[in-house]
């Protein structure tokens, strides 16, 4: 089994930034790629931004320039640092991660953006 550990979602003014994060861990043999999507309410959970192993990144357009994924390999930890943060970015946060053909998902880290 897999699990996904998210942590550094919160409460912020428009205009503020956070970094989540999130670290898998258990039967970790092969992660092709970690990234995060959110859902907002009322809304179908999409896309936020992928990074692959080799470190290829791929972002929505409404956070491109804003928000920027990393990871680190050794750790198996994936990060979202997001920057001028908007009301519309308020969202359940998931992350995921790649392992051959299977999709393991966290439980979700709540953002909030007052304005």
């Known amino acids: 089994q897999v699990q996904l550990v998210e942590s550094g979602g919160g409460l912020v003014q428009a205009g503020g930034s956070l970094r989540l994060s999130c670290a898998a861990s258990?039967?970790?043999?092969?992660?092709?790629?970690m990234g995060w999507h959110r859902q907002a309410p009322g809304e179908q959970r999409g896309l936020v931004a992928t990074i692959t192993t080799g470190g290829s990144t791929n972002y929505a357009d409404s956070v491109k320039g804003r928000f920027t994924i990393s990871r680190d390999n050794a750790k198996n930890t994936v990060y979202l640092q997001m920057n001028s943060l908007k009301p519309e970015d308020t969202a359940i946060y998931y992350c995921?991660?790649?392992?051959?053909?299977?999709?393991?998902w966290g439980q979700g880290t709540q953002v909030t953006v007052s304005s």
């Open positions: 995921y991660v790649v392992l051959g053909i299977r999709i393991f």
């Open positions: 258990g039967s970790i043999f092969r992660i092709n790629a």
